[in-house]
């Protein structure tokens, strides 16, 4: 990567020399900036939180340099930050008459997990094997898996890293036209979290080598007159995944059987490509009306080799041929779609006091994917189904027409009101026929000199025109499913911002509320005619409802001439009410009895208090920063039966970060300022999805490997001593 | 869907009609007083001693190098002519006073001007856009004079801070435990959105949602032989793009978040109390659904049509 960034500043110094005049830096006024620090941590755990995105480093390193170089025609702009850790970054930039250049390389770690332990080893890329003879030892009962492999652990970094490096020229053909160009290239590696399974009671949980490439590169013209404006635009995407497949093998098996395979095969995402033309346009009618119009296609194609339908040698069901070699429909995949994106607006300023808009969206997603007919599938490498098996290319088509109206009714009183009409048409999904009508209300209102309210309502009804229960039948749903995202649904919403200004003090507080109201709409929700049981009663299940709340306050004030203010309160709750049935035995089933429910409320807290002070020469700023985010899982049995009234609640999630800051500021000179800095950070979680994460567990009759990659509480006390330099 | 075109054709038509009357009725330039003459920078900063250093300000330069502008006629280039300003002397009774262009956050006028230079393809759908019907014009977020940002003449030294003047909630959101890096200075506001305006209603930069997601995470682009038509349709149904209490940045934790849609799957309908998640069972522990479904965006497995290949 490293390479590819020196290959693209060398080419946009190249570039310089080729298009115009060589640089001089003789002639050129130059300034640097340059920013050391030292720094001492100390942390009472190897939390990966600490360091998700970024990296902390210990002892002397170097935070950033800049350099900045101007002559009358020319500016050049050199930034390098966080330079040799896991998240440096480098950006040069070149403006000399007509061409702009930038070069970007930028660096971002993803951590996941510093203490990730597995029994599988990468023997080759996206190949993970056991021990033969752990893998022996449990096929034939030697030793239990849990014996077996507690003490044949190895860790593995559960991190990512991602490389950007890009390089972008604009360059003004003329007075109002520019062409611009931009390549560049991602690269992502390193490991992170896959579910995996042999059975249902069986999961493997890898840490999935990772290894891709995306190429992208894009090229424009665009021409900015004072009536008509135009661009337009080629867009080109390839992905390259180096690992489209992980092997693992089965812990518990060393030869492949009819009940369950020695090894899984898994596909990962698929090379693919895409290509995307846009054209814009704008054209003033006069000062007072305008219209746009954008267009947009894009091309997706994947055409990989289809895997074979298991690689278990074993899997050969009676009358049939052995399935780890069974002809599959296609060798490759061939699936293609064309997203087709039209947008025209119309503004208008129709009578002085009112302003009018008129908006067509029009979206078309045309999937031209084959639909194949397979043989049957080999779920999970074992469990073998004759039955065939289709895909489908799911395909829609979505409209808006929307107005909106903004009405002057005094210089300090703006209204605005809106209507949208969407309509929406699908192709293989339950509901296929859609209209959503919302309309919108806007407060823009200035009282007082410094004193603004804005406010907004919005309410929607979306409508669906039949529900088709045979698709949610079969796949095994129940009738009286509702899909959320396509279900017949209410929603009204509003918000609100004051904020007072005055000459030292912002004041600002917001809030908002929204409900969304899910309705059962048209469709038989027992559906007795379409394979519903005659226990059904006429209730719908999946997500009933949601609200959500939000205020907040927000102040930055300067109270003196050396002291100045900060401080913010928020607080969020999103909460959703959804309903479904007990089930254990695999036949639909959705009478009262076991109905239950779930209320599941996150709520968040974020708060802030901090202030600036000059003392003497020294600048000292001190804060804190708490966020604090709850999860709640209320469970309600709604029926009678008697295993769901014993059954409790999910214990609560809680997450709350504390970080408390003092930093000191002092010039010693024209050019050089010290300071120096505390950090507390303070982080205590609670998630019963991955506390205390065993590696090798046994719930009941399953057996089941985790990566042991839970977040962990953390106390963390960085010291920095910085130095800046500017010459 | 015909009557709707027909009536929404009808009210194009009428809108644009009255629209083009109203301009040619009201074609007039409060700010404009024809007796006013150019009068040059030095006159202006005569009064305007605070304005000394903009002889450095990006605006100049950008004046000399790209409109050959001298810093002698940058103040009127935006302000227009100033000599009736000057003669006024800070009497603000006096007519002339105001014959210039004074802009404010309030002034609705603002953007006219900046436009001059600045309306190239990005600022496009400023006109009609969201954040311009909303009452705001280029000052709620720029400052010519006194920027505080190191690039884009902000109003705040970030992106972050300027945008979260309205925003104060989509601030707080990205400090949630799930989020993307934004706090840490590897992605900003404006990656995923143009507060200029854009085709789309939240001011993305890409056509669509997906479209946009997929920038980045092009490994769920597919398209996929097996797809999930939710995922197909909108990235949000299941994430909360800008922060979450549940991994993933999901809307609701997992299993709890497949259930609003699959009820019934003989197993992931089973209510989960406390002895499976003490117990670490496989349906609530770790990745929960995806520990068998990990291919949950898609899959091109002849065996993946439950998204387990």
Known sequence: MKKIFLRIVFSAVLGTGVIGPRLSLAEMTIRQEIEAIFQVKDINSPEAKFEEYREVPSGLAMEKYEMNAKSETTDIEVEIKDIRQDDQSATVELDKGRMNIKASWDQTPHLFSKETKTPLQEDSSGVLRAPDQLQRDVQFATATYVAAYSGNLRPVDLKTRTDVGSIELDYALGERLSGRLGVSETIKKGHQALGAAFTRSHIVQVAQPIDHKTYDSNLGLGYAGKTFQWDIGYGFSAFKNEIETITLDNPRRITDALSESSQGRLNTASDNVAHSGSMALGYNFSRKTRATADVNLTYMRQNQPLLPYTINTASNPTGGSNWAYRNRPADKADATVVNWVQDYRLVSQILKPLKGALRYHNFQQNNRTPEYTFDGSVGLDFNFSGTDTQNHAFEMKKE???????????????????????????????????????????????????????????????????????????????????????????????????????????????????????????????????????????????????????????????????????????????????????????????????????????????????????????????????????????????????????????????????????????????????????????????????????????????????????????????????????? | MLKKILITSAAVIGISILGVNSFTQAEDNPVSVPKAEYIGADSCLACHEEQKNDHASPHTEFFLKKKNIPFEKSCETCHGPGSLHAEAAGDKTNPGFKSIKQFSKDNKDVSSTCFECHQDSGRMHWEGGVHETKGLNCLSCHSVHSAASKNGQLVKATELETCSQCHGDIKSQLKRSAHMPILEGKMSCSSCHNPHGSATDKNLTAPHVNALCVKCHAEKRGPFVWQHPPAMENCLTCHAPHGSHNDKMLNAKQPLLCQRCHNFSRHPSTPYGNADVILKGNKVFAQSCMNCHPNIHGSNHPSGKMFTR
């Open chain 1, 400 to 727: 808006v027409i929307a107005a909106t109206l903004d009405y002057e009714m005094l210089s300090s009183l703006n209204l605005g009101v809106g209507f949208d009409m969407n309509t929406i048409q699908r192709q293989h999904r339950e509901v296929e026929d859609q209209e959503e009508n919302i309309a919108n209300f806007d407060l823009d209102y200035h009282p007082i000199k410094g004193l603004m309210v804005k406010g907004s309502f919005a309410n929607a009804r979306r409508r669906m025109d039949a529900l088709h229960e045979e698709e949610l039948v079969n796949v095994g749903e129940t009738p009286g499913m509702r899909l959320f995202d396509v279900s017949d649904r209410d929603r009204n919403e509003g918000k609100i911002i004051l904020q007072l200004t005055t000459a030292k003090n912002v004041w600002s507080v917001n809030g908002s509320l929204g409900h969304d109201k899910y309705k059962p709409g048209k469709g038989d929700l027992a559906a007795l005619s379409k394979g519903g049981n005659a226990a059904n009663r006429s209730t719908m299940y999946g997500l009933l409802e949601t609200r959500n709340a939000g205020a907040g306050i927000d102040y930055d004030g300067t109270l003196s001439d050396r002291f100045s203010l900060f401080g913010y309160f928020d607080y969020q709750t999103d909460k959703g009410l959804q309903r479904s049935n007990y089930n254990s035995g695999g036949t639909v089933s959705q009478d009262a009895a076991t109905d239950w429910e779930h209320e599941i409320q996150n709520r968040y807290q974020t708060a802030g208090l901090g202030f600036n002070t000059d003392v003497g020469t020294v600048i000292l700023t001190m804060g804190a920063d708490i966020s604090v985010s709850k999860g709640n899982y209320n469970f309600v049995a709604r029926g009678t039966d008697a295993t769901l009234q014993a059954l409790n609640n999910l214990p609560e999630t809680k997450t709350t970060k504390q970080n408390y800051y003092a930093q000191a500021k002092m010039p010693v000179g024209p050019k050089v300022e010290l300071g120096l800095g505390y950090v507390f950070e303070k982080y205590d979680v609670y998630d019963w999805a991955s506390e205390a994460a065993p590696t090798v567990n046994t719930y009941g009759t399953t057996s089941e490997f985790y990566l042991s990659d839970s977040s962990k509480d953390y106390k963390a006390h960085i010291i920095t001593a910085k130095a800046n330099l500017k010459f």
